[in-house]
């Protein structure tokens, strides 16, 4: 399989605890984005990689998230000190830079219930 | 800012019926927009998008959309639905940077036999 994979899919954690989660894109993909979906809602953009360099983060993006991207292939997003509001599917996507626009690809996600 | 709308939270039809799902958006700038399909415990699978030029906008599994830039709508359509088709569909639209997607709401659609 050649998509976007992400380990763990399910997580279930609690509060207080600290969880990673790691993202592997595409092989030839040099743009990397996490996302955040919760229950009927559309995914919201957390940060974005080009290769190893974090671009861009979203306010909701709190002290306690941190993203990496040391190589420029592998992601890794922790949460420190979970807290129950971080319950949420975390989806990982990836693109090839180039053309107008590029499509991001996304992967399976990882759900995380904090108790 | 950009945003997407999603006005339906649910559409139903029946099978072998043509489907509609609706999306408005706002940009400032060059709308480029995105269908992406979520069946249920999986990530999003793309389904089409505009960039530029032709209006109607054909994508995976019959899928198609139609921009309109004077309602500032992109609808997803298919002539004729299937039970296969019932999924959560997500429509999209690229920030002016940077190239993060603001997402709408998703519309679930079902299609009965």
């Known amino acids: 399989d050649t998509g976007v994979s992400q380990d763990p899919r399910h997580k279930i954690t609690k509060r207080g605890q600290n969880v990673t989660f790691r993202c592997d894109p595409i092989?030839?993909?040099?743009?990397l984005y996490w996302y955040r979906q919760t229950l009927g809602q559309g995914p919201e953009f957390l940060t974005y990689f080009q290769n190893e360099a974090q671009l861009e983060k979203s306010r909701l993006l709190s002290d306690r998230f941190s993203a990496e991207r040391p190589k420029g292939s592998f992601s890794t997003l922790e949460i420190q000190r979970t807290e129950q509001g971080d319950s949420a599917m975390y989806l990982c996507a990836s693109s090839l830079e180039g053309g107008v626009v590029e499509t991001q690809y996304f992967g399976p996600g990882t759900r995380l219930l904090v108790l | 800012a950009q945003s997407v709308a999603q006005p339906e939270d649910q559409v139903n039809v029946a099978e072998g019926n043509p489907l509609t799902v609706k999306c408005t958006y706002s940009v400032s700038g060059n709308p480029y927009l995105f269908w992406y399909v979520q069946y249920p415990n999986r990530g999003l699978q793309f389904l089409l998008k505009?960039?530029?030029?032709?209006?109607l906008v054909k994508g995976s599994y019959g899928f198609e959309a139609e921009f309109n830039k004077s309602q500032t709508s992109f609808h997803l359509k298919k002539p004729s639905a299937l039970v296969s088709d019932s999924a959560l569909y997500f429509c999209?639209?690229?920030?002016?940077?940077?190239?993060?997607?603001?997402f709408g709401r998703g519309t679930q659609l079902t299609v009965w036999p």
């Open positions: 092989s030839e993909h040099n743009r």
């Open positions: 505009y960039i530029t030029g032709d209006n």
């Open positions: 999209a639209v690229r920030g002016s940077t940077l190239g993060r997607l603001y």
